[in-house]
């Protein structure tokens, strides 16, 4: 293969059902300007070594699918050039915090019991009540949740909160930046059935604002800023009920 520069990369490579132990594999290879690092794993695996284990789907940063450690960093592989990272080498690693299947896979069921357990979709029981079906939205109330909106679901988040290190039952940037994603959607009428799951010393208050999710966040959903909104309005909910006179209507 004609190429410009030739660099490393150290992939992880790892089966569980084998029993042996994690180790990192050096394949060198040469690369064009503008290959990005998921580029040069598929050529070492189609031309290399067939059994390194990866997902991707895209390559257009919009699946979320090739999430992965970079030089000890969380990034998308197919946004990240291969070029800044010369001379290399470059380490691969499956994102931390998560269990991994095989080589750069991860077990993403214990992230997707966590988008459930925040209900992550409008709730209301008028649907039919406008007559057509149609909850129209101002501009503002848009805005107000737009930029919540945007996840792909790529877990980069979660790779690089410090507290899934510490509290692993913690619900995580994304499954909560979602869930006040729909709390701030004006047609949603269900923040009161996420409360639980959000509120608890697993939720919201499991966040220690280091903001890293937000760093990492490839499409600039800021899960940070969201958790924040969503502490704002769990204490405004928790003294309003404080201060409301006994046997008062909600």
Same mark, same amino acid.
């Given at each position: 293969m004609a190429g410009e520069k030739r660099i490393t990369l150290e992939i992880f490579r790892y089966n569980p059902e084998d029993g042996g132990e994690p180790f990192f594999q050096s394949y060198e290879v040469e690369y064009l300007n503008h290959w990005v690092v998921l580029d040069a794993i598929n050529w070492i695996k189609d031309e290399i070594d067939g059994t390194i284990a990866h997902r991707w789907t895209c390559r257009m940063?919009?699946?979320?699918?090739?999430?992965?450690?970079?030089?000890?960093e969380p990034k998308l592989s197919c946004h990240s050039l291969l070029r800044d990272y010369a001379p290399g080498p470059v380490r691969v690693e499956p994102l931390q915090h998560f269990p991994v299947e095989k080589d750069l896979m /991860?077990? %993403?069921s214990g992230f997707m019991e966590r988008l459930a357990e925040v209900k992550p979709y409008?709730?209301?029981?008028?649907?039919?009540?406008?007559?057509?079906g149609e909850y129209l939205q101002t501009p503002?109330?848009?805005?107000?949740?737009?930029?919540?909106?945007?996840?792909?679901?790529?877990?980069?988040?979660?790779?690089?909160c410090p507290v899934m290190s510490l509290e692993p039952a913690f619900l995580g940037p994304a499954a909560l930046a979602?869930?006040?994603?729909?709390?701030?959607?004006?047609?949603?009428?269900g923040q009161a059935e996420r409360v639980d799951a959000m509120s608890g010393d697993e939720g919201l208050w499991g966040c220690t604002f280091?903001?890293?999710?937000?760093?990492?966040?490839?499409?600039?959903?800021?899960?940070?800023?969201? /958790?924040? %909104?969503?502490k704002i309005a769990a204490a405004k909910q928790w003294y309003a009920n404080f201060i409301k006179p006994k046997g008062a209507k909600k």
């Amino acid at each position: 293969m004609a190429g410009e520069k030739r660099i490393t990369l150290e992939i992880f490579r790892y089966n569980p059902e084998d029993g042996g132990e994690p180790f990192f594999q050096s394949y060198e290879v040469e690369y064009l300007n503008h290959w990005v690092v998921l580029d040069a794993i598929n050529w070492i695996k189609d031309e290399i070594d067939g059994t390194i284990a990866h997902r991707w789907t895209c390559r257009m940063g919009v699946c979320g699918s090739c999430g992965m450690m970079v030089n000890g960093e969380p990034k998308l592989s197919c946004h990240s050039l291969l070029r800044d990272y010369a001379p290399g080498p470059v380490r691969v690693e499956p994102l931390q915090h998560f269990p991994v299947e095989k080589d750069l896979m /991860i077990d %993403k069921s214990g992230f997707m019991e966590r988008l459930a357990e925040v209900k992550p979709y409008i709730i209301r029981d008028d649907v039919n009540d406008t007559g057509n079906g149609e909850y129209l939205q101002t501009p503002a109330q848009i805005a107000a949740y737009h930029e919540h909106s945007m996840c792909i679901n790529c877990m980069l988040c979660y790779a690089g909160c410090p507290v899934m290190s510490l509290e692993p039952a913690f619900l995580g940037p994304a499954a909560l930046a979602l869930g006040q994603r729909y709390n701030l959607d004006s047609r949603d009428k269900g923040q009161a059935e996420r409360v639980d799951a959000m509120s608890g010393d697993e939720g919201l208050w499991g966040c220690t604002f280091v903001g890293e999710c937000s760093v990492v966040c490839p499409k600039h959903v800021d899960p940070a800023g969201a /958790i924040q %909104k969503g502490k704002i309005a769990a204490a405004k909910q928790w003294y309003a009920n404080f201060i409301k006179p006994k046997g008062a209507k909600k």
